[in-house]
């Protein structure tokens, strides 16, 4: 009798260390230094089960949150650390890095302001990437690097991999917000304490709306990035993600296009997230 004990004790054991061995890391409060928004930019950070026992490189996937979360909010309500842990453990995703700054501190979004003055996108593309590349053992090559996101992150996804499809292989938008649907949607939205001229505006709007650069993307350019683009039949951002599904089709820019039953919601996200993990991946690996 307590010779079973001990051995179930010790199989009990064993059981729940390699079950802890397998288990990836996230650390959501970390600091990067930005000069360009003079400031203490936050990010969170999944590193994958192995990490600290291997002296390998990773592909890295930066995940934007939405409007009202920052940096926690995949790791809060999105399980990010779950949901890859399982993913990778069943082989449904390759062992990766995943970058999840925030975007909610001193001014909400991922894009540079109109006004100049605060340059969210320089900070990402120059000073975030630059120093995720310089501290975790991060692979370098534009196959190796991935973009997604949810909701405002969606728009971020979309606008970073169309501004920039030299550095990434895949982009997964997710219930997108796209962008304003006209220029005079634009000029409605625009701060009216800026005395913008029209041609700023139309210019401003055409970087910044996800039809118009589709719309104008030069041919060497359609097959540079691979596109998953998911959006809830209920979500009230439907209508844009179907526009952009369109525009990519008359375009022949391929993608795959997902509908769903869900609206704007956590749980949808949560269950978009795996296939986002396998889209990815499979642009990480030889296809």
Avoid at 52 to 78: C, I, K, M
Avoid at 167 to 191: D, N, V
Avoid at 249 to 274: C, M, Q
Wanted: aromatic residues 14%.
């Amino acid at each position: 009798m307590k010779k079973t004990l001990i051995l179930g004790f010790f199989s009990l054991f064993f059981t729940t260390y390699a079950s802890l061995a397998q288990m990836g890391k996230v650390y959501d409060n970390l600091t990067v230094n930005s000069k360009i928004l003079k400031s203490d930019r936050k990010f969170a950070i999944y590193l994958p089960p192995d990490y600290n026992t291997s002296e390998r490189s990773y592909p890295v996937l930066y995940l934007l949150h939405g409007a009202g979360d920052d940096q926690t909010g995949w790791v809060q309500f999105g399980e990010v650390l779950h949901i890859t842990d399982k993913a990778i453990r069943v082989g449904d995703a390759t062992p990766m890095i995943i970058v999840m700054p925030d975007a909610d501190t001193g001014r909400r979004g991922y894009f540079n302001d109109i006004r100049g003055d605060w340059d969210y996108e320089d900070f990402f593309f120059e000073e975030l990437i630059p120093h995720i590349e310089n501290t975790y053992r991060a692979k370098t090559q534009k196959r190796y690097r991935a973009i997604a996101g949810l909701s405002m992150g969606g728009g971020g996804t979309f606008m970073y991999a169309l501004h920039r499809p030299d550095l990434f292989s895949a982009a997964a938008p997710l219930s997108a917000y796209i962008g304003p649907l006209s220029l005079e949607q634009a000029k409605e939205r625009m701060p009216k304490d800026a005395n913008l001229s029209d041609a700023q505006i139309k210019s401003y709007f055409e970087r910044h709306n996800a039809i118009s650069l589709i719309e104008n993307m030069p041919e060497d350019q359609k097959k540079a990035v691979r596109w998953y683009i998911d959006c809830g039949d209920d979500d009230f951002l439907y209508e844009g993600n179907s526009l952009v599904h369109i525009a990519m089709k008359k375009n022949e820019v391929a993608h795959e296009f997902r509908i769903r039953d869900g609206g704007h919601t956590w749980s949808y996200w949560r269950e978009s997230l795996p296939e986002v993990l396998k889209f990815v991946s499979a642009s990480f690996h030889q296809y």
